[in-house]
């Protein structure tokens, strides 16, 4: 048995079978010695990585497109998260959770007032109202509103003393905060200011 496998023994099949058990060898030795802490940073690149694979930290998001079955997640009915936003009508600024007009209107009894602010706007949406005391005073609070002269109507009424089935309405007489009462005729008007609820 010896002689025969002696006989077979060549120098190229030594050559061969040395060849295999090194390359198998080799395949062998990368495959369970080679690790992560001994690939350099930044040295691979995306044919060096099994498709999906990477994923988590490894990903910098910045340099991700937009998914494409995702092209209208940033918008609402083709309105975009910018217009979404909730804002004051222009002419008013924020307080007190509503939008209060900057400039006073001339004086005006308190029925006129109420139909001039509902008119406003009331195209482009519920229109405006007056303020009630606790808006009108913090609205005072800000630089840019400034009482007018004789004080500012606001959208509390009580029922008159001095004129049955009438009523009287609540008025801020200064910066303070200050507060009388004025009928509802063109005996008392007042400035007013009109209020509106943010809008996008």
Same mark, same amino acid.
Do not use: W
């Given at each position: 048995?010896?002689?025969?496998?002696?006989?077979?023994?060549?120098?190229? +099949?030594?050559?061969?079978?040395?060849?295999?058990? %090194?390359?198998?060898?080799?395949?062998?030795?990368?495959?369970?010695?080679?690790?992560?802490?001994?690939?350099?940073?930044?040295?691979?690149?995306?044919? +060096?990585?099994?498709?999906?694979?990477?994923?988590?930290?490894?990903?910098?998001?910045?340099?991700? !497109?937009?998914?494409?079955?995702?092209?209208?997640?940033?918008? /609402?009915?083709?309105?975009?998260?910018?217009?979404?936003?909730?804002?004051? @009508?222009? !002419?008013?600024? @924020?307080?007190?959770?509503?939008?209060?007009?900057?400039? =006073?209107?001339?004086?005006?009894?308190?029925?006129?007032?109420?139909?001039?602010?509902? +008119?406003?706007?009331?195209?482009?949406? @519920?229109?405006?109202?007056?303020?009630?005391? +606790?808006? /009108?005073?913090?609205?005072?609070?800000?630089?840019?509103?400034?009482?007018?002269?004789?004080?500012?109507?606001?959208?509390?009424?009580?029922?008159?003393?001095?004129?049955?089935? /009438?009523?009287?309405?609540?008025? %801020?007489?200064?910066?303070?905060?200050?507060? =009388?009462?004025?009928?509802?005729?063109?005996? !008392?008007?007042?400035?007013?200011?009109?209020?509106?609820?943010?809008?996008?």
């Amino acid at each position: 048995m010896r002689d025969r496998i002696r006989a077979r023994l060549t120098y190229a +099949n030594v050559t061969a079978t040395l060849a295999l058990f %090194v390359a198998l060898g080799g395949v062998s030795y990368a495959a369970t010695k080679i690790s992560g802490h001994q690939i350099k940073a930044h040295s691979l690149t995306a044919r +060096n990585y099994k498709a999906n694979s990477v994923t988590g930290k490894a990903v910098k998001e910045k340099t991700l !497109g937009i998914v494409p079955r995702a092209q209208e997640a940033a918008r /609402l009915d083709g309105v975009t998260a910018e217009r979404l936003l909730v804002r004051c @009508p222009e !002419g008013t600024i @924020p307080a007190a959770d509503t939008c209060i007009e900057t400039q =006073a209107r001339p004086p005006a009894p308190f029925h006129t007032a109420l139909l001039e602010c509902a +008119n406003t706007d009331s195209q482009a949406g @519920p229109g405006r109202r007056l303020p009630t005391y +606790n808006e /009108l005073a913090i609205a005072l609070t800000h630089t840019e509103i400034v009482l007018a002269p004789g004080g500012e109507l606001t959208s509390q009424v009580y029922p008159s003393s001095s004129k049955p089935g /009438l009523v009287e309405v609540l008025y %801020v007489t200064n910066s303070a905060g200050d507060v =009388a009462l004025t009928p509802d005729d063109y005996t !008392g008007p007042k400035s007013y200011r009109c209020v509106a609820d943010p809008l996008n």
